[in-house]
């Protein structure tokens, strides 16, 4: 923490290998942008395989079942890992942290320099896994051993490994991104910034830091034992010697919080958005923080319900189903709280405020289909259908999506010193939202009528293959293509804006938080020579005894509690 | 809801389908509560000239708001949590006393292998009818099935039946059904297990007693050839 913020001068030092927290902040950003495309060609590619089966797909080709393994299974990886993780956490986190605790950086920035390179090492080695020969790994994203372990099982000899170390990698990264985080929110906050002056984003992803870091330690175990099993014949996992179960039970014992570390991200994006738009205090601040407390705490005893069937002992089953319908409480809190704060708002829909209402409207339906599947009863006819998929991408799509959408659009004006054009992101919003609704419906009801994951083709299955179930594989592909074709307004409007958009101001929403104390964009070391300092919360919106609807946490003054009765 | 789609053939199939519907009534209700509230107050509280919004902290009287409906919503819980392991236990732990037959299934990369008890209904003795892909069961019968893998992880999904159990390889894993229906059926293999995951299927056949005495007799007959 150096006095100087000149900042660095060559095109290198600036942009290539900068200790910026905000241009690490980008680097992240434009890295997970770049992943969320390949991504989304692989839903196309494969979407149109169930849609047309056999057919030649435009731009891909011919799709074989082992083709077809290896789409869907790094599909969700990105998605997961290297588009959620870097865009929610990493570059919002990394862009947010410092500014909203009114600090010039993090307090580690080689480290945090250090984990950008090794993400993108992790970028590169995983895309090299799908031109290996045999092509990339195809085991489905939970990867399950001995099929995972074994080359002559998954006939992937090169990809598996490689596909496995991609994600080892990745998890390096964001521990030490996770290990800076923690300390720069501990450590670093400005003068007067109290725990309950934190902005309950800068909250959210510490907690969700701290899921992560707590839950990574057997992933990662896990992780170099089933390097091992493939490369060096070791037996972790197999039947001699081993137990293929033992993998599921690290993999889930981290994979389950890893649905709150991006989710909570997710939410605190929505808490600062639907304030500042409905011109309202945040609807229960400490009741949220304690409820995401409680749901991080509650996440790590909820593992075993992905594995009901997988051959553990069935009176497990019990103890998980009520733990997880238990995680249905703090949510439910949760989301009620955000609810109430429009209550007596004065409601702006930007279109910031679009996506994050439309986060809450579209993560309940998420949230109550897992009540079908966390029911161990059900979940015995629906584990592994469509249902699952249409549920979890009822959660992930708010999160990685319309949670990364309002971020992007909320925050854009920081970050570039101009606005987006508001037209431009109202095509995008409702050509997102209305295909996304219309891809995902229909999966719910081909997992209703038995349609089971991860299969290539329908028509070898008698009972799958009537017209009525393809015409509902055939909308939702038209509809993922319609999501993917409404993408382009965004794209054009996002770099359009960076250079053409109006000028923005500090504080272009009228926010209370620091971050719009900073110019726009702000400069090395964010805030000139004076840090801000904070006399109030974060969250004082339309105060009885002030006449601007807004009062920054950096304005002098009193701290303006009202004491309730 | 879920019979809607695909028909019942197990004596378990209407309970996990009578869960499915508690779970939709339940669950649909506070859905659609929360969805027109929250749409709702979108409605009510949009932007007005010369309307300031107010200042609520949630933290004093307020917070009712949020917990009353939140004891209401912890009280559905309770109810669907012994919903659910009622059906459990009905299907994965309780065993029925009488089992009438035993059949092993057997997975492996990328087929199902099915041996049956032959005419003296009982198995591992030289009568032992084995098929590929294609499982012979009889209405009404109560069957315990011994699942193993010769691999990797395989599922034994059986759709109208409302069952579902991974095999894994080193062990054999048991359960029971009761087919109710007769008619010819999907099996699947619900469980990622390599290039050809995509095809392992297999057919059921449930089949009245007649029929089913009559597919035994013609494959002893082939068997002793």
Known sequence: MSGDHHGPTSFWSKYVFSLDHKVIGMQYMFTGMFMALIGGYFAYAFRMQLAFPGQEVPGYGVVTSHDYNSLVTNHGTIMIFWVAMPVLIAALGNFLIPLMIGADDMVFPKLNRLSYQIFLLSSVVLIISFFVPGGGFGGAWTSYPPLSAEPEYNLTPLGAPLWLSAVALEIVAFLLGGINFLTTVMNARTKGMKMYDIPMVVWMIVIATLLFMASVGPLVAGAVMLLFDQTLNT?????????????????????????YVVLLPAMGIVCEIITTFSRKKLFGYKEILYMTFATGILSFFVWAHHQFVAGIDPRMATVFSITTLLISIPIGVLCFCFIATLWGGSISFTVPMLWALAFIGEFLLGGVTGIYLGASGTDIYLHDTYFVIAHFHYTFFPIAIIGTF????????????????????????????????????????????????????????????????????????????????????????????????????????????????????????????????????????????????YWPQSEPGPRGEIKEH | MIQWF?????????????????????????????????????????????????????????????????????????????????????????????????????????????????????????????????????????????????????????????????????????????????????????????????????????????????WLKQNTVLAQK
């Open chain 1, 235 to 259: 037996s972790f996992f197999s039947v001699d010697g081993g137990d293929p179960l033992l993998w599921q039970h690290l993999f889930w014992f981290f994979g389950h919080p890893e649905v």
């Open chain 1, 406 to 549: 309002a971020g992007i659009t909320y925050w854009f004006p920081k970050m570039f010193g101009r606005m987006m054009d508001e037209t431009l992101g109202k095509i995008h919003f409702w050509g997102t939202i209305i295909p996304f609704n219309c891809l995902f419906i229909p999966l719910f009801l081909l997992g209703m009528g038995g349609q089971h994951r991860r299969i290539y083709n329908y028509e070898n299955f008698p009972d799958l293959s009537s017209p009525e179930m393809q015409n509902l594989r055939i909308f939702a592909t038209l509809a993922l293509v319609a999501l993917l074709a409404f993408q382009i307004p965004f794209l054009y409007n996002l770099f359009r804006s960076m250079f053409r958009g109006d000028k923005a101001g500090n504080n272009p929403w009228k926010a209370n938080t620091l971050e719009w104390v900073a110019p726009s964009p702000p400069p090395h070391g964010n805030f000139g020579h004076e840090f801000p300092e904070v006399y109030r919360g974060p969250y004082e919106f339309s105060h009885p005894e002030r006449e601007d609807d």
């Open chain 2, 6 to 214: 695909i028909p019942q053939a197990s004596s378990f199939a209407g309970d996990v389908d009578f869960l499915f519907l508690l779970i939709t009534l339940v669950v649909g209700f506070w859905f659609v509560l929360t969805e027109l509230v929250f749409f709702g107050l979108m409605v009510r509280y949009q932007k007005r000239e010369g309307v300031k919004a107010e200042y609520i902290t949630g933290d004093g009287h307020e917070k009712h708001w949020v917990h009353v409906p939140h004891w209401m919503v912890i009280v559905c819980d309770v109810l669907l949590i012994v919903g659910a392991i009622m059906v459990w236990n009905k299907i994965k732990i309780d065993m029925p006393e009488k089992i009438d037959a035993t059949i092993k299934v057997i997975g492996q990369q990328w087929a199902w292998t099915f041996v049956h008890p032959g005419p003296d209904g009982i198995l591992d003795t030289e009568d032992d009818i084995t098929t590929i892909d294609e499982l012979h069961v009889q209405k009404g019968l109560v069957y315990k099935f011994d699942l193993s893998s010769k691999d990797v992880l395989h599922n034994f999904s059986v759709p109208v039946f409302r069952l579902k159990q991974d095999a894994v390889p080193g062990r054999t894993i048991s359960g029971w059904f009761q087919p109710t229906k007769s008619g010819t059926f999907d099996i699947q293999c619900a469980e990622m297990c390599g290039t050809a995951h995509g095809i392992m299927n297999a057919l059921l056949h449930i089949e009245d007693e007649d029929s089913h005495a009559f």
